[in-house]
């Protein structure tokens, strides 16, 4: 039972930016887990351009001042305002599942403490790093070039509320990412949103993949999914993470289209 509820615990409080806000705020639950699966999606990302007309609760998909994603470009980075430290040392307990379109992963924690997770400080304000999914093809473009998929590890607040979001633009290189080679090949499948396994990972290593975020962008955001809330700081990595060809052919083996389409810059405030 206590195993069961740690679990239970670490799923509803997990996932994507864009679902952990869902779980505690909103009926709507978007990037849905395991645990929510008896619960439909409503929306498709095949038209996210008017998820704003879905359901009255998606507003802020079409009224928003900072959604996200956006076009970002070479000339306006990078950042040097909001930099972020990060303490991501050490391995974690977790459970690797698909949240429907990609792969994700959600940290085991005790029921509302989160600060015993891997953690992300900036402007004096500690955020707590609840998990992580793939989106394929990239949402962010730079140079108008969209990568091939982006990693997303999504940090909340200490009482659980979504606050920051990491992206990280996955490309096929030369060689395998550290990171991906702690996953379970093959991985699970968008379709099998009622498999998980337990895994143990060291987050630090989508880092170090990265140089440890030396060069970013950072803006005001929102959550990519349905009800779009705002209020969460983007910080997206210069550096692509490379993986082997394999390894991407895993990753887009296990996914399925999940990009929402371009938002206008508007009060985002791109490195500001
Ligand atoms: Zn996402």
């Not at 994603?69 to 307990?93: C, M, Q, R, V």
């Not at 091939?148 to 606050?163: F, I, Q, R, S, W």
Request: net charge negative; charged share 20%.
């Amino acid at each position: 039972m206590i195993r069961s509820a740690l679990i239970l615990s670490a799923l509803t409080s997990s996932v994507l930016a864009c679902a952990k806000h869902d779980n505690h705020h909103y009926p709507e639950t978007p990037h849905k887990k395991r645990a929510e699966a008896g619960e439909s999606r409503d929306w498709e990302y095949a038209t996210s351009y008017d998820w704003g007309s879905l359901n009255l609760d998606y507003e802020l998909c079409h009224t928003g001042a900072h959604q996200v994603p956006i076009a970002l470009t070479p000339e306006n980075g990078p950042a040097t305002s909001h930099k972020p430290s990060f303490n991501y040392a050490g391995s974690h307990d977790g459970n690797f599942y698909n949240w429907g379109f990609g792969p994700a992963f959600t940290i085991s924690h005790e029921e509302g403490n989160y600060t015993g997770n891997p953690s992300l400080t900036y402007d004096n304000t500690t955020v707590y790093l609840t998990g992580w999914h793939i989106h394929t093809p990239a949402e962010h473009t730079v140079a108008a070039h969209r990568a091939k998929a982006e990693l997303h590890l999504v940090h909340v607040d200490a009482e659980g509320n979504p606050a920051a979001v990491l992206g990280i633009r996955m490309e096929p290189g030369t060689s395998n990412s550290t990171f991906l080679e702690q996953l379970p090949t093959p991985m699970i499948h968008w379709n099998e949103t009622d498999s998980e396994e337990h895994l143990n990972m060291n987050l630090g290593l989508a880092l170090e993949d990265v140089e440890n975020l030396d060069e970013y962008w950072t803006y005001d955001g929102s959550l990519t999914t349905p009800p779009c809330s705002e209020g969460i700081r983007w910080f997206m990595a210069r550096r692509n993470l490379f993986t082997g060809l394999e390894q991407m052919r895993a990753v887009l083996r296990a996914s399925r289209f999940g990009a929402r389409t371009t938002q206008q810059i508007w009060m985002h405030n791109v490195n500001g």
